[in-house]
């Protein structure tokens, strides 16, 4: 979707925009989506060396700040699910590349990753597809994301096991 000069004041013009469009990435012309996911695959390259249990607060911490974000563009451009919102794709993306924390850098498993989330954000097998048309608000957006990271995650650590 294009928005004009008004809906993106509407969005940027609170720091809650800035959060929900991931740091204006979800302002991308064609496929925010996965621009947003890829953004978030760049920043997660510095925490990957983050442990376990600060890894998953972090995650805690950024769905709750998504919510509240995606809920306050919601609000501002009246749209159940806009899609200038990517900090979903930020979360989920992220949890999709959990798997790959204690592992070396190795670019093949993080585009796995990544291809994988993007399979299941789009397919939206259930419960994705669930709370996709049945969550509204803000937690609407942010679960559905993070049930197909939860997906891809899993795919990926099956893969791995199986692959070595």
Same mark, same amino acid.
């Given at each position: 979707?294009?928005?004009?000069?008004?809906?993106?004041?509407?969005?940027?013009? $609170?720091?809650?925009?800035?959060?929900?469009?991931? @740091?204006?990435?979800?302002?991308?012309? @064609?496929?925010?989506g996965?621009?947003?996911?890829?953004?978030?695959?760049?920043?997660?390259?510095?925490?990957?060396?983050?442990?376990?249990?600060?890894?998953?607060?972090?995650?805690?911490?950024?769905?709750?700040?998504?919510?509240?974000?995606? $809920?306050?563009?919601?609000?501002?451009?009246?749209?159940?699910?806009?899609?200038?919102?990517?900090?979903?794709e @930020?979360?989920?993306?992220?949890?999709?590349?959990?798997p790959?924390?204690?592992?070396?850098? $190795?670019?093949?498993?993080?585009?796995?990753?990544?291809?994988?989330?993007?399979? @299941?954000?789009?397919?939206?097998?259930?419960?994705?597809?669930?709370?996709?048309?049945?969550?509204?608000?803000?937690?609407?957006?942010?679960?559905?994301?993070?049930?197909?990271?939860?997906?891809?995650?899993?795919?990926?650590?099956?893969?791995?096991?199986?692959?070595?």
């Amino acid at each position: 979707m294009k928005y004009d000069a008004a809906q993106r004041r509407a969005v940027l013009g $609170h720091p809650a925009g800035w959060i929900a469009s991931g @740091f204006g990435s979800g302002f991308s012309p @064609f496929a925010s989506g996965t621009a947003g996911s890829a953004v978030a695959v760049l920043l997660w390259l510095p925490l990957r060396g983050c442990p376990w249990p600060l890894y998953l607060a972090g995650l805690l911490a950024t769905f709750a700040l998504g919510v509240w974000a995606s $809920h306050v563009v919601v609000k501002r451009l009246g749209l159940e699910d806009p899609g200038v919102i990517v900090w979903d794709e @930020f979360v989920g993306q992220w949890i999709a590349l959990a798997p790959l924390l204690a592992l070396p850098l $190795h670019w093949g498993w993080i585009a796995a990753a990544f291809f994988a989330f993007r399979l @299941f954000d789009v397919w939206k097998p259930w419960p994705v597809s669930w709370a996709d048309r049945s969550v509204a608000g803000g937690l609407g957006v942010m679960l559905d994301d993070v049930l197909a990271g939860v997906y891809a995650a899993l795919a990926l650590a099956a893969a791995r096991y199986a692959f070595g």
